[in-house]
């Protein structure tokens, strides 16, 4: 019997996703499980796995290609059935299955593609992603040493968005093609040679510098425009969305951290801990939601959604955008294990190697722009979450203390943003007390 395997809907609501890199070839044996395919989506490279097992007996879509979700992707043959009988039961001919993990393309499927850019030439513009000529690889004839040098339609579009010169790049993918990952987070190269084109109509020349962002014509009004990237679209239109329809207001809070910051150099003395400032803030935030329950909360069309468990999503910054990746379960993690897990994610987020639900869910999250010594801020909600907590560098500054007299004490300043048709005023006040009176006797985060 053959399976049919389709374009997943990864982010609830998308009509459309792309396939980032196949992690099978045609013959491969598939567990049930097993993660098959790299598909991209707006905020992240999400990992889907087969749910069902088999013999992969065609690839219908190649990497870098685009389609609608519910469109065939892959067959499986399952039963000792052979790889034809598989295609034709599905109502592929073997012609139609893609072999993304060849070596080399066919000469034909050379001459059609385009070169990716390189210091010796240009490239032409980037073929549709859905056309059926516009393979997997990509050749350059004059990579370094002589040797090919293998893209993707996705790497290729990405580096000439981002001005990367693919020929520096080592890719790790199948036979040394690179994939998405080897290009996140390299720097753009320095600007490749302009190619001359002639005008017919006069014997002026121009030159265009393909691998870079269009710049202004005019040098008194100087700009560049960077192409929007589907993350940065994705921010955008989620952000505009949150401010624009949903009531925030704010409220303000400054902790005292001598007590947290002399525990936590307590801690991190016992050899093979290292616990950061935010992984006590993100515990902290736990502990108030489990203070205040009612705070632990969303907002639907039909009622008021409450939490038993405390998911918190924690902001990382990744090369062109934002992600926040959701820690589950966080009143139930130590501290240690919080901060594993938060710097598992945080890694895998600038990798793009997030899984979907990884990214789904909680009622609140955490954006700390502190390390950058930022004072104070305030953040924009991340729908449909009712709270986010915009916490600030901890410096020293004048208090007043107990006793009348003037001092120095290390002081952090919290602007939590709430949903006022989830959180009223004094709900989000009465959290945000319970808050501070958590970092501010540190001991009570622990228990």
Request: proline residues 7%; charged residues 20%; contains cysteine.
């Amino acid at each position: 019997m053959a399976i049919v395997v389709r374009m997943p809907e990864i982010a609830t609501g998308s009509a459309e996703a792309a396939i980032a890199s196949w992690l099978v070839a045609v013959g491969d044996d598939v567990s049930e499980g097993q993660e098959i395919v790299e598909i991209e989506t707006e905020k992240a490279t999400v990992e889907y796995s087969a749910e069902q097992s088999g013999v992969v007996a065609g690839i219908l879509l190649d990497a870098g290609s685009s389609a609608t979700v519910g469109t065939p992707i892959v067959v499986l043959a399952t039963g000792g059935q052979s790889a034809d009988d598989a295609l034709a039961e599905a109502g592929v001919g073997s012609e139609a299955a893609a072999a993304p993990e060849a070596p080399s393309p066919p000469e034909s499927a050379q001459e059609e593609s385009a070169p990716v850019p390189s210091d010796e030439a240009p490239a032409p513009s980037t073929p549709p992603m859905n056309e059926p000529d516009a393979g997997l690889a990509l050749t350059v004839p004059e990579a370094p040493g002589g040797e090919r040098l293998f893209a993707s339609p996705l790497v290729r579009k990405l580096a000439r968005e981002r001005g990367i010169d693919l020929t520096r790049i080592h890719g790790t993918g199948p036979n040394g093609r690179i994939v998405r990952r080897d290009i996140d987070g390299s720097q753009a190269a320095p600007a490749t040679a302009a190619a001359t084109v002639e005008t017919p109509a006069a014997s002026t020349t121009r030159t265009e510098t393909r691998d870079e962002p269009t710049r202004s014509p005019d040098a008194a009004t100087d700009y560049i425009d960077v192409p929007h990237t589907g993350m940065r679209r994705a921010i955008a239109r989620r952000l505009t969305e949150s401010k624009s329809t949903v009531p925030h207001f704010y409220l303000v809070a400054e902790c005292r951290m001598d007590d947290l910051l002399a525990l936590r150099k307590q801690i991190n003395s016992i050899e093979g801990i290292q616990i950061s400032v935010n992984d006590f803030i993100v515990k902290a935030v736990a502990g108030a939601l489990r203070d205040v329950p009612d705070a632990n909360a969303i907002w639907t069309d039909d009622a008021t959604r409450r939490f038993t468990g405390i998911d918190i999503s924690v902001a990382v910054s990744i090369p062109g955008g934002l992600l926040t990746p959701v820690v589950r379960g966080v009143e139930k993690l130590s501290l240690g294990q919080l901060g594993e897990t938060i710097r598992d994610l945080a890694t895998r987020a600038r990798e793009g190697r997030l899984k979907q639900h990884e990214l789904e869910g909680g009622s609140f999250s955490v954006s700390n722009l502190g390390m950058y010594g930022t004072s104070e801020f305030s953040a924009i909600l991340n729908p449909p979450q009712a709270g986010i907590l915009a916490v600030g560098a901890a410096e020293p500054r004048p208090v007043v203390q107990e006793d009348g007299s003037l001092g120095i004490a290390t002081v952090m300043t919290v602007t939590l943003s709430a949903d006022h048709r989830v959180l009223d005023g004094a709900l989000a006040a009465e959290w945000l007390a319970a808050f501070t009176k958590r970092i501010e006797h540190p001991m009570s985060i622990l228990v």
